[in-house]
Protein backbone atom coordinates (compact mmCIF):
# COMPACT_ATOMS: atom_id res chain seq x y z
CA UNK A 1 0.00 0.00 0.00
CA UNK A 2 2.58 2.46 0.54
CA UNK A 3 4.57 1.94 -2.83
CA UNK A 4 1.35 2.55 -4.68
CA UNK A 5 0.84 5.60 -2.18
CA UNK A 6 4.49 6.54 -3.11
CA UNK A 7 3.72 6.56 -7.15
CA UNK A 8 0.24 7.29 -7.50
CA UNK A 9 -0.33 10.53 -9.14
CA UNK A 10 -4.23 11.30 -8.92
CA UNK A 11 -4.89 13.06 -5.42
CA UNK A 12 -8.34 10.88 -4.86
CA UNK A 13 -6.28 8.13 -5.11
CA UNK A 14 -4.04 9.16 -2.71
CA UNK A 15 -6.82 10.30 -0.18
CA UNK A 16 -8.59 6.69 -0.49
CA UNK A 17 -5.23 5.24 -0.26
CA UNK A 18 -4.11 7.33 3.35
CA UNK A 19 -7.49 6.72 4.45
CA UNK A 20 -7.10 2.63 4.27
CA UNK A 21 -3.59 2.91 5.89
CA UNK A 22 -5.11 5.01 8.63
CA UNK A 23 -7.96 2.06 9.42
CA UNK A 24 -5.21 -0.55 8.90
CA UNK A 25 -2.77 0.82 11.20
CA UNK A 26 -2.87 4.13 12.96
CA UNK A 27 0.87 4.01 13.56
CA UNK A 28 2.05 3.56 10.19
CA UNK A 29 -0.29 6.52 9.23
CA UNK A 30 1.32 8.82 10.95
CA UNK A 31 5.07 7.51 10.11
CA UNK A 32 4.08 8.12 6.44
CA UNK A 33 2.44 11.63 7.40
CA UNK A 34 5.36 12.92 9.04
CA UNK A 35 7.67 12.26 6.16
CA UNK A 36 7.53 15.14 3.84
CA UNK A 37 5.47 14.25 0.90
CA UNK A 38 8.29 15.92 -1.43
CA UNK A 39 10.57 13.68 -0.53
CA UNK A 40 8.49 10.28 -1.53
CA UNK A 41 5.41 10.91 -2.87
CA UNK A 42 4.92 11.62 -6.91
CA UNK A 43 1.35 13.26 -6.42
CA UNK A 44 2.46 16.05 -3.49
CA UNK A 45 3.62 18.85 -6.47
CA UNK A 46 -0.64 18.81 -6.94
CA UNK A 47 -0.80 20.29 -3.72
CA UNK A 48 0.44 23.23 -4.67
CA UNK A 49 -2.89 25.53 -4.14
CA UNK A 50 -1.36 28.33 -6.68
CA UNK A 51 -1.89 25.52 -9.64
CA UNK A 52 -5.14 25.49 -11.25
CA UNK A 53 -7.30 22.20 -10.95
CA UNK A 54 -6.42 20.74 -14.10
CA UNK A 55 -2.85 22.07 -14.42
CA UNK A 56 -0.73 19.31 -15.82
CA UNK A 57 -3.12 17.24 -17.15
CA UNK A 58 -2.36 16.18 -20.93
CA UNK A 59 -4.27 15.23 -23.54
CA UNK A 60 -3.69 13.06 -27.23
CA UNK A 61 -3.33 16.14 -29.28
CA UNK A 62 0.55 16.33 -28.44
CA UNK A 63 1.36 12.93 -29.85
CA UNK A 64 -1.36 12.94 -32.36
CA UNK A 65 0.48 16.34 -33.63
CA UNK A 66 3.96 14.12 -33.40
CA UNK A 67 2.24 11.10 -35.06
CA UNK A 68 1.20 13.70 -38.35
CA UNK A 69 4.46 14.86 -38.41
CA UNK A 70 6.42 11.58 -38.60
CA UNK A 71 3.46 9.89 -40.23
CA UNK A 72 5.78 9.43 -43.47
CA UNK A 73 9.18 8.42 -41.94
CA UNK A 74 7.76 4.86 -40.40
CA UNK A 75 7.19 3.92 -43.86
CA UNK A 76 11.19 2.09 -44.11
CA UNK A 77 13.33 0.55 -41.78
CA UNK A 78 14.88 2.16 -38.76
CA UNK A 79 17.60 3.70 -40.21
CA UNK A 80 15.55 5.85 -42.89
CA UNK A 81 12.75 6.32 -39.96
CA UNK A 82 15.56 8.12 -37.87
CA UNK A 83 16.95 10.00 -41.46
CA UNK A 84 13.12 11.19 -42.15
CA UNK A 85 12.56 12.64 -38.63
CA UNK A 86 15.71 14.91 -38.37
CA UNK A 87 15.34 16.30 -41.70
CA UNK A 88 11.81 17.19 -40.94
CA UNK A 89 12.68 18.82 -37.67
CA UNK A 90 15.65 20.69 -39.31
CA UNK A 91 13.09 22.05 -41.95
CA UNK A 92 10.84 23.24 -39.24
CA UNK A 93 13.70 24.78 -37.11
CA UNK A 94 14.77 26.31 -40.08
CA UNK A 95 11.29 27.67 -41.22
CA UNK A 96 10.81 28.91 -37.55
CA UNK A 97 14.27 30.93 -37.41
CA UNK A 98 12.85 32.62 -40.71
CA UNK A 99 9.42 33.50 -38.93
CA UNK A 100 10.83 34.94 -36.22
CA UNK A 101 13.91 36.76 -37.57
CA UNK A 102 13.45 40.69 -37.00
CA UNK A 103 11.07 40.35 -34.88
CA UNK A 104 10.11 41.82 -30.77
CA UNK A 105 7.78 41.87 -28.31
CA UNK A 106 4.89 39.36 -27.62
CA UNK A 107 3.89 36.60 -29.81
CA UNK A 108 0.81 37.34 -31.68
CA UNK A 109 -1.14 34.53 -30.22
CA UNK A 110 -0.32 35.42 -26.69
CA UNK A 111 -1.02 38.99 -27.69
CA UNK A 112 -4.36 38.20 -28.82
CA UNK A 113 -5.11 36.37 -25.23
CA UNK A 114 -3.59 39.35 -23.47
CA UNK A 115 -5.40 42.17 -25.14
CA UNK A 116 -8.55 40.65 -24.93
CA UNK A 117 -7.89 39.93 -21.15
CA UNK A 118 -7.12 43.66 -20.53
CA UNK A 119 -10.12 44.58 -22.53
CA UNK A 120 -12.39 42.42 -20.45
CA UNK A 121 -11.04 43.93 -16.87
CA UNK A 122 -12.88 47.42 -17.77
CA UNK A 123 -15.62 46.99 -15.20
CA UNK A 124 -13.76 45.62 -11.85
CA UNK A 125 -12.74 47.08 -9.22
CA UNK A 126 -9.72 46.61 -7.29
CA UNK A 127 -8.90 46.67 -3.11
CA UNK A 128 -6.39 46.06 -1.37
CA UNK A 129 -7.04 43.09 1.35
CA UNK A 130 -4.50 42.22 4.13
CA UNK A 131 -1.83 44.03 5.74
CA UNK A 132 1.36 42.51 3.16
CA UNK A 133 0.33 45.13 0.42
CA UNK A 134 0.94 41.93 -1.31
CA UNK A 135 -2.56 40.56 -1.70
CA UNK A 136 -5.97 42.26 -3.61
CA UNK A 137 -9.06 41.56 -4.33
CA UNK A 138 -10.43 42.11 -7.14
CA UNK A 139 -14.54 42.55 -7.83
CA UNK A 140 -15.59 41.02 -11.20
CA UNK A 141 -19.38 41.63 -12.15
CA UNK A 142 -20.28 38.14 -13.30
CA UNK A 143 -22.48 39.94 -16.55
CA UNK A 144 -26.22 40.31 -18.25
CA UNK A 145 -28.79 41.33 -15.94
CA UNK A 146 -27.83 40.30 -12.62
CA UNK A 147 -25.85 42.48 -10.44
CA UNK A 148 -23.90 39.78 -8.96
CA UNK A 149 -20.06 39.87 -8.58
CA UNK A 150 -17.72 37.60 -8.27
CA UNK A 151 -14.35 38.13 -5.41
CA UNK A 152 -11.40 36.66 -6.26
CA UNK A 153 -7.82 37.43 -4.23
CA UNK A 154 -4.57 37.98 -7.35
CA UNK A 155 -1.24 37.96 -5.60
CA UNK A 156 1.00 39.91 -8.38
CA UNK A 157 4.33 39.56 -6.98
CA UNK A 158 3.84 35.46 -7.08
CA UNK A 159 1.76 35.81 -10.32
CA UNK A 160 -1.19 33.84 -9.26
CA UNK A 161 -4.99 34.03 -8.45
CA UNK A 162 -7.99 32.39 -7.77
CA UNK A 163 -9.40 31.49 -10.93
CA UNK A 164 -5.90 29.44 -11.76
CA UNK A 165 -5.60 30.64 -15.59
CA UNK A 166 -2.51 33.28 -14.56
CA UNK A 167 -0.54 30.89 -12.99
CA UNK A 168 -1.73 28.12 -15.71
CA UNK A 169 0.42 29.71 -18.67
CA UNK A 170 2.04 33.01 -17.25
CA UNK A 171 -0.06 35.29 -19.09
CA UNK A 172 -1.78 37.79 -16.53
CA UNK A 173 -5.39 36.79 -16.03
CA UNK A 174 -8.44 39.13 -16.00
CA UNK A 175 -8.39 39.78 -12.69
CA UNK A 176 -4.70 40.02 -12.66
CA UNK A 177 -4.57 42.78 -15.81
CA UNK A 178 -7.52 44.28 -13.65
CA UNK A 179 -5.05 45.13 -10.45
CA UNK A 180 -2.40 46.32 -13.45
CA UNK A 181 -4.87 48.43 -15.18
CA UNK A 182 -6.51 50.36 -12.16
CA UNK A 183 -4.26 49.61 -9.40
CA UNK A 184 -0.93 50.18 -10.98
CA UNK A 185 -2.01 52.73 -13.69
CA UNK A 186 -0.27 50.64 -16.26
CA UNK A 187 -0.20 50.77 -19.84
CA UNK A 188 -1.07 47.36 -22.00
CA UNK A 189 2.72 48.05 -23.31
CA UNK A 190 3.55 47.74 -19.76
CA UNK A 191 2.08 44.51 -18.93
CA UNK A 192 3.47 42.97 -22.33
CA UNK A 193 6.99 43.91 -21.05
CA UNK A 194 6.80 43.13 -17.65
CA UNK A 195 4.55 40.64 -16.78
CA UNK A 196 3.47 38.42 -19.38
CA UNK A 197 6.08 35.32 -19.01
CA UNK A 198 9.62 35.34 -21.36
CA UNK A 199 8.78 32.49 -22.70
CA UNK A 200 5.89 33.86 -24.96
CA UNK A 201 8.90 36.91 -25.98
CA UNK A 202 10.21 36.90 -30.01
CA UNK A 203 13.52 37.16 -28.59
CA UNK A 204 12.98 33.84 -26.64
CA UNK A 205 12.34 32.17 -29.45
CA UNK A 206 15.10 33.31 -31.57
CA UNK A 207 17.21 31.78 -28.77
CA UNK A 208 15.08 28.41 -28.81
CA UNK A 209 15.67 28.00 -32.76
CA UNK A 210 19.34 29.37 -32.87
CA UNK A 211 20.66 26.10 -33.12
CA UNK A 212 19.64 23.73 -35.84
CA UNK A 213 19.99 19.91 -36.44
CA UNK A 214 22.86 18.67 -38.73
CA UNK A 215 21.92 15.62 -40.59
CA UNK A 216 23.94 13.26 -41.29
CA UNK A 217 23.84 11.42 -45.12
CA UNK A 218 24.28 8.46 -44.65
CA UNK A 219 24.71 7.07 -48.60
CA UNK A 220 28.07 9.31 -47.86
CA UNK A 221 29.31 7.30 -45.18
CA UNK A 222 28.22 3.78 -45.03
CA UNK A 223 30.31 1.40 -47.74
CA UNK A 224 29.18 0.21 -50.63
CA UNK A 225 28.37 -3.44 -50.01
CA UNK A 226 25.53 -5.75 -50.01
CA UNK A 227 24.26 -7.43 -47.09
CA UNK A 228 25.03 -11.34 -46.89
CA UNK A 229 23.93 -14.07 -45.30
CA UNK A 230 26.57 -15.19 -42.38
CA UNK A 231 28.99 -17.96 -42.99
CA UNK A 232 28.04 -21.58 -43.36
CA UNK A 233 31.00 -22.25 -40.85
CA UNK A 234 29.68 -19.91 -37.98
CA UNK A 235 26.10 -20.91 -38.56
CA UNK A 236 25.10 -22.92 -35.10
CA UNK A 237 23.87 -26.49 -36.48
CA UNK A 238 20.62 -28.09 -35.22
CA UNK A 239 20.19 -30.58 -32.78
CA UNK A 240 22.27 -30.75 -30.05
CA UNK A 241 25.81 -30.15 -29.54
CA UNK A 242 28.32 -32.39 -30.35
CA UNK A 243 31.15 -31.23 -27.91
CA UNK A 244 30.96 -33.04 -24.46
CA UNK A 245 29.74 -31.36 -22.08
CA UNK A 246 30.32 -30.47 -18.18
CA UNK A 247 28.33 -32.21 -16.00
CA UNK A 248 27.67 -30.94 -12.88
CA UNK A 249 28.57 -33.04 -9.60
CA UNK A 250 25.20 -34.90 -8.03
CA UNK A 251 23.73 -34.13 -4.62
CA UNK A 252 23.97 -37.53 -3.83
CA UNK A 253 27.99 -37.65 -4.78
CA UNK A 254 28.64 -37.95 -0.35
CA UNK A 255 26.05 -40.10 0.13
CA UNK A 256 25.67 -42.35 -3.15
CA UNK A 257 23.54 -45.00 -1.34
CA UNK A 258 20.77 -42.34 -1.26
CA UNK A 259 20.83 -41.65 -4.72
CA UNK A 260 17.40 -42.45 -6.83
CA UNK A 261 19.97 -43.47 -9.78
CA UNK A 262 20.27 -47.32 -9.88
CA UNK A 263 22.85 -48.91 -12.04
CA UNK A 264 21.34 -51.05 -14.36
CA UNK A 265 24.91 -52.83 -14.84
CA UNK A 266 25.56 -53.29 -11.16
CA UNK A 267 22.66 -52.57 -9.84
CA UNK A 268 24.49 -50.30 -7.28
CA UNK A 269 22.72 -46.66 -6.34
CA UNK A 270 24.55 -43.52 -6.77
CA UNK A 271 25.61 -43.63 -10.60
CA UNK A 272 24.43 -45.21 -13.54
CA UNK A 273 25.74 -47.59 -16.45
CA UNK A 274 27.58 -45.11 -18.58
CA UNK A 275 29.99 -44.41 -15.08
CA UNK A 276 29.99 -47.79 -13.68
CA UNK A 277 33.25 -48.78 -12.33
CA UNK A 278 32.64 -52.54 -12.23
CA UNK A 279 31.67 -52.01 -16.27
CA UNK A 280 35.12 -50.46 -17.22
CA UNK A 281 36.99 -52.88 -14.98
CA UNK A 282 35.32 -56.44 -16.60
CA UNK A 283 35.64 -54.67 -20.21
CA UNK A 284 39.56 -54.01 -19.51
CA UNK A 285 39.76 -57.82 -18.20
CA UNK A 286 37.69 -59.05 -21.12
CA UNK A 287 39.99 -57.13 -23.30
CA UNK A 288 43.45 -58.47 -21.61
CA UNK A 289 41.46 -62.11 -22.11
CA UNK A 290 40.86 -61.51 -25.79
CA UNK A 291 36.76 -61.80 -24.47
CA UNK A 292 35.72 -58.76 -26.16
CA UNK A 293 32.97 -56.56 -24.40
CA UNK A 294 30.37 -58.34 -21.54
CA UNK A 295 26.92 -57.70 -21.29
CA UNK A 296 25.53 -55.70 -18.84
CA UNK A 297 24.63 -58.75 -16.75
CA UNK A 298 28.04 -60.19 -16.67
CA UNK A 299 29.85 -59.05 -13.76
Not at 262 to 270: E, L, V, Y
Amino acid sequence: MVTALSETTLLPEKRALLTQLQQKSPGAYKYVTDINAKRWMDSAWLEDETLPPRYGFRNSNISESANNMFQDARNGNWLDAIDGILIKMSLRITKSQSEYEGKDGVVDNILGLATKRWENCVGCRVYASGNDGETYSVYQKLGGESEEEALLKVRPVDCVCNCGKWQAIGVPCVHGMAYFRHQMKWRLEDVLDQAVDEYYKYRTQRELYRRNFVPVWRHLLEPDMMTLPPDGAARRMPGRPKTVRLRKTSRYAHEPEKSPTICSHCHQPGHNVRTCIRREAVKKRNAANGAGTTSHSVL
